[in-house]
């Protein structure tokens, strides 16, 4: 019987507890919203700055440009892969870009350009470089940069540029450092023909296809034909490896298959 | 009270505990399972799965010399359809509702008319049917097909096949396995037993229902793929010859055309072709299942003469500048031996004479008349005739010389000169490259290595193999230079197969059909073989045409067999020339030592500068007459290749120009970039002729430089002036290659 007089007097002072700690809930919640607001009517939840490294071929503001990116935008909406996706997509000189937020306001793009293969000249003499995918980067002439890659003269199926471009990147340096000219002359049972000058003075008549592996030959096959005292001339690495000296050329003129 | 209280806070705090207490355990255990055991657990579980699929084996590869794959086991679809809806799932809609429409879709994708897809469509006996054949192992271009058109009812099941990448590709020496899985012809049925593999086998407990019980399994033995069958056949040779066999095949007509490539110093064969053929993918009105170069058996003709000159000349018979008279030889009770020009011949002339006219009256004199008919078998029995060379392929002939056969004497005279009896081609080639490797028999094979699938591990490796030696290398060397001059000198039979730059030998073979006893008028074997290059030879040709339908059936050898003969012979030997295997021994080595840094020089002395580069293996250009190195190219680090050349600039202005003349055009832009001069005008293409700066005028920055290049291999002479402005439009044209923006 005692126990049901009990009961009641327990809850009163539950209830008072409970009012207490509903006010400090609603205090609590009304401060942080108050701070909610403020933060983002500051300055400090707005980028800052924008920096671009590590382009050398594009320059930052069209960087800038194509991220989207604009000063007092909400930092915290800024997202990482959507900015570099946009940037990519739109600039095909650039392979990756990493964003980096550091908090607050400031915005860093760390750009990767895609490593170039080859120059493209045209018939008036301006270089082009010609990315590791085969496009020509055409807004980007090159007039003062050092000429350190092979030159594409001619080149008849720009199809066929992406394939090569490739192969082009699979080759080893050392032996890429020693093409002179490309070109591509396609006769009608080998669409992928390459003709090639050397700096050591031999032409090489090769393919498209597997080219890496072909010209991985060059080097070793030179070597040999110099031990055996050969003189230059044209060399054959397709399916079918073979030498010609340049003098036999020339008195039986078109023996070749 | 209290103990009532009491007695319920202990019994929740109990009942409280276990349960949280069973729930960790069950989140440990769970948190367990999925970490710490769970690699363990994979593996087990891939296990049963790989199990299941293992017991197939998987046929061996066949590939050539250089581990090219001409037949390997590739996936393949099986076209199924489901034709009546599902008893216990009326929903489910999947099965093929309107017949008709299915089988007008299918027909064009699948190669089969479409009232025989209809018809398998409208079975009623069935739930479910393959759509044979044309759906039947399609490759998976086909399936893709099938797949995109979404039909209903249409599946696809996945199964293994036989591939053939090349096709119509040395068909008959390969052979085919059919889509059942038997192995049909050729190698894959000789060498089947390596090929096939071991089935794999699998018992396990089952429950009263036929379900397998877990850890059940009672005995598991995986399946053996089956071996790689490595050939000596070179897929580039062999194309050359399948490129020779289309032409030939295309431009006339004729029963059959057959060629074999051997290397006579070892016995190994590089390429054996045949017209007609067929596709081992998708064999279809086959005309002749056995290889014509093994199993035919046909009269040799005049290519048979070498083997009696060879033993003539070991028998010191022969003497090349004896006369004797040529036209007819007349042999008592018998028609006479006639010579091939109606037996008129050309008077007394030298048997070299004889040789190189192919006459047959020579022959008999030294075979016949000579020899004798013991003396004469015994060679041509040493040379292999009348017996199989064992060539690992099936159904060798074995021709129908046979020394203990009762022959009468017109009948010896003719064997002299190759009538009167059969050998196959595979016979002769043996045969004639005993004379081109200098005496020595040599088994003719095929199977060069049979592979570990897996580890690709030579478990068995077949080497060149001597029969016996038939004559001595210096008849071998006197036999090879009278076939030279068959083929080289004026009145030769086989001037039409000469190859300018190649010392060619050979012999050509023209015999009559004969058909039940009787030779047939107008029906000839033309026959060539010849080997090359003369003193060393490095590859035997063969090349017979059966029954060319042309105006001059004789005349077979020059118009149909020679072409053959010199396209594959000139293109193989080009091929073997430089051919990167030959150099593979010590093409490692060099590559090592090949590449070289580019070490830094700015701010270094001359001096320095060149010690350092000779160090590095690197020429050195130096421009200006400074001290001190200003710029370098290229730049420090970069990887070259050692004899390269590098240039170092000394000043910073007023630099005398270089010679430019032999250097490339990416030398003349990587010099111009170092010393800040424009290029501007470039004309041709390769190396440099002309330059607008003389060398050793001073040049300053901004100076522009104009060059004229040319390739070597027309060696100086200017490109003429129409075909200089062509190249100019076509490198307009490459102006619309994409641009990127």
Request: aromatic share 8%; charged share 25%.
């Amino acid at each position: 019987m005692a126990n049901i007089e009990k009961i009641p007097r327990l809850r009163k002072e539950n209830r008072k507890k409970r009012t207490n700690r509903q006010l400090l809930i609603l205090l609590l919640l009304f401060f942080l919203v108050l701070l909610l607001v403020l933060f983002f009517q500051s300055s400090i939840s707005r980028v800052q700055d924008i920096s671009v490294t590590g382009a050398q071929l594009v320059s930052p503001g069209e960087v800038i440009k194509q991220s989207h990116l604009h000063f007092d935008m909400q930092y915290l909406l800024v997202n990482k892969e959507k900015v570099a996706t946009s940037i990519v997509s739109a600039i095909p000189a650039i392979e990756s870009v990493e964003v980096r937020k550091t908090f607050p306001g400031k915005i860093e793009l760390v750009v990767k350009e895609r490593p170039r293969v080859a120059f493209l000249m045209n018939n008036r003499g301006e270089l082009y470089p010609v990315t590791n995918k085969g496009v020509v980067l055409r807004q980007y002439p090159s007039s003062d940069e050092m000429v350190d890659k092979p030159i594409i003269r001619l080149w008849k199926t720009e199809q066929l540029l992406p394939e090569f471009a490739e192969q082009l990147d699979k080759l080893d340096p050392g032996i890429r450092r020693q093409i002179s000219e490309i070109r591509h002359e396609p006769t009608k049972n080998n669409p992928d023909r390459l003709i090639l000058f050397m700096k050591d003075g031999f032409e090489v008549h090769t393919v498209i296809q597997d080219f890496a592996d072909n010209m991985a030959w060059y080097p070793s096959f030179v070597q040999s034909l110099k031990r055996e005292g050969k003189t230059e001339g044209i060399i054959n690495l397709s399916e079918v490896k073979w030498f010609e000296p340049y003098k036999q050329q020339q008195t039986n003129g078109n023996k070749q298959p | 009270m209290k103990d009532i209280r009491k007695k319920i806070n202990l019994r929740t705090f109990f009942i409280g505990g276990l349960f949280t207490l069973s729930f960790f355990a069950l989140i440990f255990r769970t948190f367990w399972i999925q970490y710490i055991d769970s690699p363990e657990l994979l593996v087990k579980a891939k296990d049963t799965w790989e199990r299941s699929s293992a017991l197939n084996p998987k046929r061996g590869e066949i590939v050539d010399r250089n581990g090219q794959v001409l037949a390997y086991q590739g996936k393949a679809y099986t076209v199924i359809a489901r034709l009546k809806p599902y008893p216990n799932d009326k929903k489910n809609t999947n099965y093929v509702s309107n017949p008709e429409e299915t089988a007008s879709k299918l027909a064009p994708i699948l190669d089969m008319p479409k009232e025989k897809i209809l018809q398998r469509l409208m079975r009623k006996d069935v739930d479910q049917v393959e759509i044979r054949p044309g759906g039947w192992k399609v490759p998976k271009e086909t399936a893709d097909k099938v797949k995109e058109l979404n039909l209903p009812g249409i599946g696809l099941y996945e199964e293994s096949r036989r591939y053939y990448p090349y096709g119509t590709f040395a068909s008959h020496v390969i052979g085919y396995t059919n889509l059942d899985g038997e192995a049909k012809m050729g190698l894959e049925r000789q060498m089947d037993e390596q090929l096939r593999g071991e089935k794999g086998s699998l018992k396990f407990r089952k429950d009263r229902l036929g379900n397998q019980l877990p850890g059940g399994v009672e005995s598991y033995k995986p399946a053996k793929d089956g071996n790689k069958v490595v050939l000596t056949l070179n897929h580039q040779i062999q194309s050359y010859v399948e490129d020779a066999l289309n032409q030939a095949d295309a431009k006339y007509k004729m029963k059959s055309v057959s060629v074999v490539v051997a290397d006579p110093n070892t016995g190994q064969i590089l390429a054996m072709g045949s017209r007609p053929s067929f596709n081992p993918n998708a064999p279809k009105d086959i005309q002749n299942f056995t290889n014509p170069v093994v199993s035919a058996e046909f009269e040799p003709g005049s290519t048979f003469k070498i083997v009696t000159l060879a033993a003539a000349i070991e028998e010191k018979e022969f003497n090349a500048n004896e006369y004797y008279k040529s036209g007819t030889y007349k042999i008592k009770g018998s028609p006479p031996v006639r010579d091939h020009n109606r037996g008129i011949g050309w008077g007394w002339i030298t048997f070299k004479e004889g040789v190189k006219r192919s006459s047959n009256v020579a022959f008999v004199i030294l075979g016949y008349d000579r020899l004798k008919k013991d003396r004469l078998f015994s060679y041509l029995q040493k040379f292999g005739f009348g017996g199989k060379t064992g060539i690992e392929l099936p159904h060798e002939a074995r021709g129908s010389f046979d020394p203990n056969r009762k022959y009468y004497p017109r009948d010896i005279a003719s064997i002299t000169f190759g009538q009167g009896v059969t050998v196959t081609a595979i016979q002769q080639v043996a045969a004639v490259g005993a004379i081109a490797n200098g005496g020595k028999l040599m088994k003719p094979y095929i199977v060069k290595e049979i592979r570990d699938p897996k580890t690709n591990e030579v478990i068995q490796e077949f080497k060149p193999q001597m029969v016996r030696r038939v004559v001595s290398e210096d008849t071998a060397k006197q036999v090879r230079d009278l076939l030279d001059a068959v083929v080289n000198e004026k009145h030769g039979t086989g001037q039409p197969f000469a190859l300018p730059g190649y010392h060619v030998a050979g012999k050509t073979g023209t015999a009559q059909v004969a058909r039940n006893g009787h030779y047939v008028r107008g029906k000839y074997i033309n026959s060539f073989i010849g080997f090359a290059p003369k003193d060393k030879p490095r590859l035997l040709v063969y090349v017979m045409v059966e029954e060319p339908q042309i105006d001059t059936p004789s005349a077979g050898g020059k118009i149909i067999a020679a072409p053959i003969f010199k396209s594959v012979m000139e293109r193989s030997l080009q091929y073997l020339k430089l051919s990167p295997d030959e150099t593979d021994g010590h093409t490692t080595e060099i590559m090592g030592d090949e590449s070289t840094v580019m070490p830094d020089l700015i701010g270094k002395n001359v001096s320095q500068a060149k010690q350092i580069l000779g160090q590095a293996g690197l020429r050195a250009e130096i421009l200006g007459n400074g001290k001190t190195i200003v710029r370098q190219y290229p730049s420090a680090k970069a990887e070259l290749t050692k004899g390269s050349a590098v240039y170092i600039l000394t000043v910073k202005d007023g630099t005398q120009m270089p010679n430019l003349t032999g250097k490339t055009l990416r030398e003349v832009m990587e010099l111009a970039s170092l010393l800040d001069i424009q290029v501007t005008g470039i004309n041709g293409e390769g190396y440099v002729i002309t330059q607008s700066i003389q060398p050793g005028a001073k040049v300053k920055k901004g100076d522009k430089l104009a060059v004229t290049l040319a390739p070597k291999s027309t060696t100086g002479a200017a490109q003429p002036e129409g075909e200089k402005a062509k190249k100019h439009k076509e490198e307009s044209g490459e102006q619309n290659i994409k641009t990127a923006n």
